[in-house]
């Protein structure tokens, strides 16, 4: 299974982080309007993520909920129906919910850089550190901080948990 090294952080200023990206990676962000519908699974998380042009991804992933580098394990089939997806995975498993956000992305070598706005929960940045095959993560999180400090990402500012997590807590909260 595909692995990366990840980290989450809240951002309390987009544009200068923004600025920070674009500088560390000489290009334009990417522009990737996203809707996850998570559904409950015995182990891991299951989403469906919808792209702007109905097409989309059935994600599977394993992820220690923790702050700062933690490794994923996952797995990607495409579609280009991603509502006809949802609709048939929904008559089966009962949903969790539904995070929407607008991506930015931008690459730095072989690490996708996301600032998402995330509704209802505000800016974040992710960090993910595409592992080669049976390759020592330590590397993976050792890029992922020399990242965080040329962004001027604090472990203050870490997350643990996926957004729809995150959603769950602000719910229950309220």
Do not use: C, W
């Not at 991804?57 to 949802?86: M, Q, V």
């Amino acid at each position: 299974m595909p692995a990366n090294i990840e980290i989450k952080a809240r951002v309390s200023d987009p544009e200068t982080l923004l600025a920070k990206a674009r500088a560390l990676t000489g290009s334009e962000p990417e522009i990737i309007l996203q809707t996850d519908t998570f559904f409950q699974a015995e182990t891991g998380r299951l989403k469906v993520r919808e792209f702007a042009d109905g097409s989309g991804e059935l994600i599977s992933y394993h992820r220690p909920d923790f702050e700062g580098p933690k490794t994923s394990s996952y797995a990607i089939s495409r579609t280009a129906d991603a509502n006809a997806l949802r609709n048939v995975l929904a008559a089966a498993l009962p949903a969790r919910g539904v995070v929407r956000k607008k991506r930015l992305l931008l690459l730095a070598g072989r690490t996708r850089i996301h600032l998402d706005e995330v509704e209802g929960l505000g800016f974040f940045m992710e960090l993910e550190v595409v592992l080669a095959d049976e390759e020592d993560q330590d590397d993976g999180e050792m890029e992922a901080a020399k990242l965080m400090e040329r962004l001027g990402v604090t472990s203050d500012n870490l997350v643990s948990g996926a957004y729809i997590d995150l959603l769950e807590s602000q719910q229950q909260n309220h």
